[in-house]
């Protein structure tokens, strides 16, 4: 049973990667949770407001 899970903090993106069609695999690094790997969903898409963040 999968279970998303959403975090809000100030973190500097290390590394990006391509993963699938449409999202991205982000490493991040973050003061209070250390080094961490996200996926940001839908954020290679021309018409997303995810990607001038990304």
């Known amino acids: 049973m999968s279970r998303e899970r959403t975090y809000r903090t100030e973190a500097v993106i290390i ?4 993963f699938g069609e449409a999202d991205r695999l982000l490493t991040l690094f ?3 949770q250390g080094k961490m790997k996200a996926i940001a969903k839908g ?3 021309p018409q ?3 990607t001038g963040h990304v």
């Open 15 to 18: 590394r990006r990667r391509d």
């Open 30 to 32: 973050s003061r209070v």
């Open 43 to 45: 954020a290679r898409k």
């Open 48 to 50: 997303s407001r995810k």
